[in-house]
């Protein structure tokens, strides 16, 4: 089979969150981070005929491109990875030696906001988290709107970026930490539930993030 360069990417991104992965047999990858606070679920194109975990992510990736589009047989083992006269055996990790993500989505009860969050919105608020070195990422509801604001939760005399993403009758103030804003740029559909979870999802949902938020 072949592997293709969307899915390779997905996988890429998934390094962020957890170095190691395990793939069950299908279409679905899920990756979780070692506090589990992120959970990433990827529906690709291809469907992989068997289960097999990966220690060190970033290796396979970077050995899968030393080859040339390659095809990939995934063995008992191992995966005999080929083009032309070159060729890779990688082999597998014990899949008591990698966390996994639950199998069961998890649900998003009391979401208290729901908006757009535009990819460019989304890098201008990390851009101006790593200028000014502030750890927290808010999604706030006040005086009718809702409100991205980047600073530091337990500094109210930090530096603070705001950028006005919508509406709402409600009044929120749902944190986040920047460190586990760790998904693959794109244009997102937020949810935000009121019991510390969130959902970020796009393309119709075949790529989805549910990440944990904070007490103040």
């Given amino acids: 089979m072949n592997i293709s360069t969307p899915t390779l990417s997905i996988l890429k991104s998934f390094t962020s969150i957890n170095p190691s992965l395990y793939v069950n047999a299908g279409s679905v990858i899920k990756t979780i981070s070692p506090q589990k606070t992120i959970i990433g679920r990827a529906e690709v194109d291809e469907s992989f005929e068997t289960s097999?975990?990966?220690?060190?992510?970033?290796?396979?990736?970077?050995?899968?491109?030393?080859?040339?589009?390659?095809?990939?047989?995934?063995?008992?083992?191992?995966?005999?990875?080929?083009?032309?006269?070159?060729?890779?055996?990688?082999?597998?990790?014990?899949?008591?030696?990698?966390?996994?993500?639950?199998?069961?989505?998890?649900?998003?009860?009391?979401?208290?906001?729901?908006?757009?969050?535009?990819?460019?919105?989304?890098?201008?608020?990390?851009?101006?988290?790593?200028?000014?070195?502030?750890?927290?990422?808010s999604v706030v509801g006040a005086n009718g709107d809702v409100t991205l604001v980047v600073g530091n939760s337990k500094d109210d005399s930090s530096n603070v970026f705001?950028?006005?993403?919508?509406?709402?009758?409600?009044?929120?103030?749902?944190?986040?930490?920047?460190e586990n804003l760790k998904f693959m740029s794109a244009d997102y559909t937020v949810r935000i539930s009121s019991k510390g979870i969130s959902h970020f999802s796009t393309n119709g949902g075949k790529l989805q993030y549910f990440i944990a938020t904070e007490s103040r």
């Avoid at 705001?162 to 920047?178: A, C, N, P």
């Fill in 52 to 137: 097999f975990g990966i220690y060190d992510l970033n290796q396979f990736i970077s050995t899968v491109s030393i080859l040339d589009n390659p095809t990939f047989d995934f063995e008992d083992t191992s995966v005999h990875i080929k083009n032309g006269e070159s060729s890779v055996r990688y082999g597998y990790a014990d899949a008591n030696m990698i966390m996994q993500a639950p199998e069961k989505d998890l649900d998003l009860p009391d979401v208290v906001v729901e908006f757009e969050l535009k990819d460019a919105v989304f890098k201008k608020t990390m851009q101006a988290a790593s200028v000014m070195q502030l750890p927290n990422w």
């Fill in 162 to 178: 705001r950028h006005v993403v919508g509406s709402t009758d409600l009044e929120f103030d749902l944190l986040f930490k920047v």
